[in-house]
């Protein structure tokens, strides 16, 4: 081996390592704007409401010495500040409570999901919920909404109720907020 011509040699390896380098750029460049301007990855165009709402419980504190377990809770469900959501996109969901149904004399679990709308008569699918907005959770309103039985009265003792938003643009949905007694 000739060590001076190995000192004086100016061929290497490096433009083919150069031009290799370069080639790879060149692909994750592309790849990256591909993903960009195609939306690859992106799964849901609509984003959760960001939305404040806040629950008042009201207790009822009547006894009847016939009936137990009937009482007539009340649960306001308030649009506190946020973005406007549509009625329509809301449920409720109701899970652990009891409602009493005054000509049998007895008590049923309910473990319903309700809209928005139709906890509020005077609100459409279509309204707008937004700041100083609200909706009760009572027996009046659940008994409009159930078939059967009666609800004459609404227990909501160990209850869990959930605000839920439904995503119109996919079979997504997101809880808002939670309320459990």
């Given at each position: 081996?000739n ?7 100016d061929?290497?390896?490096s ?5 290799v380098?370069?080639v790879?750029?060149?692909v994750l460049?592309?790849a990256?704007a591909?993903?960009f301007f195609?939306?690859?990855?992106q799964e849901?165009?609509?984003a959760?409401p960001?939305?404040?709402?806040s629950?008042?419980y009201a207790?009822d504190?009547?006894?009847r ?5 009937y009482?007539?809770d009340?649960?306001k ?5 946020g ?5 329509g996109?809301?449920d409720v ?5 009891k409602t009493?149904?005054e ?6 679990g309910?473990?319903?999901r309700?809209?928005?709308d ?6 459409g699918?279509?309204s707008?919920?937004?700041?100083g907005?609200s ?5 009046n309103?659940v ?14 003792d160990?209850?869990t109720?959930k605000l839920?938003w439904?995503?119109?643009g996919?079979?997504?949905?997101f809880?808002l907020?939670s309320w459990?007694?």
């Open positions: 081996m060590v001076r011509t190995l000192f004086t040699d061929s290497a390896v433009p083919v390592i150069g031009v380098l370069m790879a750029i060149t460049l592309a990256t591909a993903t195609l939306g690859i990855g849901n165009t609509n959760t960001q939305a404040a709402f629950f008042e207790q504190t009547e006894t010495a016939s009936a137990p377990d009482r007539t009340t649960l469900i308030s649009h506190d500040t973005d406007t959501v549509t009625a996109n809301l969901a109701v899970s652990g409570a009493y149904e000509s049998s004399d007895s008590t049923t309910l473990d319903e309700f809209r928005w139709e906890l509020d008569s005077g609100v699918a279509d707008s919920v937004s700041g907005t909706v009760r959770v009572n027996a309103n008994d409009s909404v159930i078939s059967s039985p009666t609800a004459d009265g609404l227990n909501l160990g209850a109720v839920v439904d995503d119109p996919s079979d997504s949905t809880t907020n459990t007694d």
